[in-house]
Every structure is written in C-alpha cells, then in structure tokens.
C-alpha cells in the first residue's frame, strides 16, 4: 500500500513536470539535443581510442562500450527518479521544507518527486537500444549473467539513491548543496570506464570507499561473467548497509532541522 501511494505521488509531479517542461518547448529541445550531442561525442571519443589500440585495460571495444552504456543507464535512471534532490537546499531555506513536513507523504519522497526531468527519459531510448545491440557483439550471454546483470543495476541505482539521501541530509543539516552534489558527479564520470583501468590505490578507492565501480563496473563485469559470487554478494551488502547508513543520516537531520523560522 505504501509503495503504491509513493507511485501515486510520483506520478502526480511527474505529470506536473511534463507540463512545465511543456511550457519551455523550444529550452527544453535544446538542452536534450544537448544531452544527446554530448552522448555522441563521448562515443566518437571511445572510437579515437581504439583506432590507436586493440583493447583498453583487457576489454575490447564492445566491452568498453558496455561499461560506458551501464554507467548511463546507472547515471540516468538516477536523475529521473532523484533529481528533487537538486533542490533541497532551495526547500530548505524558502521553507517548502516545513510544509513537506506537515503533508501525510514522507517528506524524502517528496523532495526527490519534486523534479522529474523528462528530457533524462528521452536520453535513456537511444541508450538502451545501443545497449541491447551491443549485447549481440559480445557473444553468447547466459540467463545466469543476464540476471546478474539486471540485479546489479538495480543494486547500482539503490547506491545512487543512498548518496542522493546523504546529500539531502546535508543540505538539512548545512543549507549547502552544491559543492557536495557536484563532487558526487565528478567522481561519477569515473564509472564511465572499467574500473580495472585506475591505478591499484583509486580502484580500490573506487570499489571499497566511494563505491562508483560497484555502481557501474560490477553490473558489465557480471554480464561478461567476470564476477565472482562473492563479489555479487558484496555489491548487495554495500547497497544494503549504504540505504541503512543514509536512512539514519536523514532521519537524525530532520530530528535536528527547526524550521526555517527559527
């Protein structure tokens, strides 16, 4: 029931989204051709290197754009489902944030729902069918990879969905917001490779510490049946123990926030 209310409320401002975005048609081509070019280009860029080398840290071109297309389908999923997130700060000190408090929805859900960016959608069509026509360049994939593969992008999103809570946790805590989210993009551009390329000390940083491998490295590396079992077991647990870790976050800000008239 209350998964099913979430859903309502979701789909509410996502409609409501749609609509605004509706009302800047000519803004909103521009920033999806945009997001669209840029995709492109970072295509273009994978190309350039394998015309200068056969394989990029063991993995071969297919392979390399596997890994680029599991950190957008990672990446972008997690902007449309959590890009209310952006705004907590603003929610914080306009006092949106005290009204959210008094609504019967969690006030999490809806700050996350507050923003539902359409244009991300758009993006993640063509992302998805490159996906699956890269799959037939790999090879034979068996139910067992192919199974892994889609649980491990589920446990990569919840990951996602834990560091975008600890955000807003600090943005309750602090009213700061930007800083924190953008070093979270930064290292996210990092997942756009196979982990395996970093050097010994940030692939283990990378895996261990600021989980973005196990986020958009693990899921390609199960697809191409290179993950062991523990190491599938592992990837949960980091997802399960990072939801709990930002749950707790979440709510000690929100036991310590006084309203912004205070």
């Known amino acids: 029931m209350e998964l099913r209310k979430f859903l309502r409320v979701w789909m509410r401002m ?3 989204s749609f609509n605004a975005q509706l009302s800047y048609g000519v803004g909103s ?9 840029r995709l492109f280009f970072f295509f273009a860029y994978i ?8 394989s990029l840290g063991g993995y071969t071109l297919a392979q390399t754009v596997l890994f680029f297309l599991t950190y957008n389908v990672v990446d972008i999923t997690a902007q449309v489902f959590f890009r209310g997130i952006y705004g907590a700060r603003r929610a914080v000190q306009d006092g949106d944030l005290d009204y959210y408090l ?9 700050l ?41 992008l589920v446990n990569g999103v919840l990951i996602a969905l834990a560091i975008h809570i600890a955000v807003a946790a600090i943005a309750v805590r602090t009213q700061e917001l930007e800083n924190t989210i953008w070093i979270y993009r930064e290292l996210m551009f990092l997942g756009r490779f196979p982990v395996d390329i970093y050097g010994g000390a940030l692939r283990l940083v ?4 600021l989980p973005i491998g196990v986020m958009t490295s693990f899921p390609a590396m199960a697809l191409l049946g290179l993950l062991t079992p523990l190491q599938v077991l592992y990837a949960l647990g980091i997802a399960l123990a990072a939801m709990a870790a930002s ?3 979440w709510r000690d800000a929100l036991g310590r926030y006084t309203s912004v008239s205070s």
Do not use: N
């Not at 190309?47 to 056969?54: D, E, M, P, Q, S």
């Not at 008094?102 to 809806?110: E, G, K, S």
């Not at 990378?206 to 510490?209: C, M, W």
């Open 247 to 249: 749950l707790w976050f």
């Open 47 to 54: 190309v350039a290197i394998f015309t200068h080398t056969t």
């Open 14 to 16: 996502a409609v409501m």
């Open 206 to 209: 990378l895996t261990f510490v």
């Open 29 to 37: 081509l521009g920033f999806l051709l945009g997001k669209l070019i």
């Open 102 to 110: 008094i609504q019967p929805c969690p006030p999490l859900v809806r």
């Open 112 to 152: 996350a729902a507050s923003t539902v960016d359409f244009l991300d959608v758009a993006t993640l069509v063509p992302v998805l069918a490159l996906l699956g026509l890269t799959c037939t360049r790999l090879g034979p994939i068996s139910p067992l990879e192919l199974a892994a593969y889609g649980l491990l």
